[in-house]
Nanobody, 120 residues
Framework: QVQLVESGGGLVQPGGSLRLSCTASGVIFSINAMGWYRQVPGKQRELVATITSGGRTNYADSVKGRFTISRDGAKKLVYLQMSSLKPEDTAVYYC??????????????WGQGTQVTVSS
């Protein structure tokens, strides 16, 4: 059973910074892409940033230049460094990992989410 656990959320003032972390545990053969998504009540979950096993990154336009995604594949970790935070960044942030097993069957796993609140 694979589990993802996020940490690092909290309350921060506008203009501040936070770093989210997500670690995977369990029987894992191969991790492909990792990503961060966010959701506010009443809206669909949206992509924030993704990173491939080769290190290629992709960001939502709303966070480009402010957020940085990185990964440590050996430690099964993905990070999201968030800077210049705005009130509209307030959301529950979820990490997702796309994995393959020995037979190259793909699976996706989600974390439980961590709340980020940007407010003065």
């Amino acid at each position: 059973q694979v589990q993802l656990v996020e940490s690092g959320g909290g309350l921060v003032q506008p203009g501040g910074s936070l770093r989210l972390s997500c670690t995977a545990s369990g029987v894992i053969f191969s991790i492909n892409a990792m990503g961060w998504y966010r959701q506010v009540p009443g809206k669909q979950r949206e992509l924030v940033a993704t990173i491939t096993s080769g290190g290629r990154t992709n960001y939502a336009d709303s966070v480009k230049g402010r957020f940085t995604i990185s990964r440590d594949g050996a430690k099964k970790l993905v990070y999201l460094q968030m800077s210049s935070l705005k009130p509209e960044d307030t959301a529950v942030y979820y990490c997702k990992m796309s994995m393959s097993n020995y037979y190259n069957t793909g699976y996706e796993y989600w974390g439980q989410g961590t709340q980020v609140t940007v407010s003065s």
